[in-house]
């Protein structure tokens, strides 16, 4: 059996196990999101955005973008829905970062592997380094 924990959506007791709010919250949201559904299965809503969806069906944007993030509504299907990137919070439809992130990551990335091969380097030059000696 789960723990008890407080909803984080209405501060109700529940036991925590594979659902992390109480059953009043999941059903409001899973009415919530039969609502969007059914705007977006009507042929001219389905190139909606997510601001004539929140106008249509009246669900919050947060709660939208959270669908879409869940992959409860797919982009594929819905080609103008997305959400936001976890790092600099444009606008994405797969994954948890946009792809200019990935990339200033991985350069970012490169960039400590140089310059610890270039730090290994000079330390194997310092060692070896020879000095002559004078014999007179």
């Keep these: 059996m789960g723990e008890v924990a407080n909803c984080p959506h209405c501060n109700a007791i529940f036991f925590r196990g594979p659902a992390t709010m109480c059953k009043d919250c999941m059903k409001k949201e899973e009415e ?22 929140v106008e249509g ?3 919050p944007e947060k709660q939208i973008r959270k669908f879409v993030k869940q992959k409860r509504l797919h982009p594929a299907q819905f080609p103008s829905l997305s959400y936001e990137c976890e790092k ?7 994954g948890r970062i946009c792809l200019d992130c990935i990339k200033e990551i991985e350069s970012g990335l490169k960039q400590v592997e140089r310059d610890k091969e270039l730090s290994e380097m000079k330390n194997q030059a310092a060692k070896m380094t020879y000095y002559s000696v004078k014999d007179d």
Excluded at 43 to 53: E, G, L, M, S, V
């Design 32 to 53: 919530q999101f039969q609502t969007v559904y059914a705007f977006m299965r009507i042929r001219k809503n389905r190139t909606a955005q997510i601001p004539q969806i």
């Design 57 to 59: 069906t009246g669900v």
């Design 88 to 94: 600099c919070g444009g606008p994405i439809q797969d």
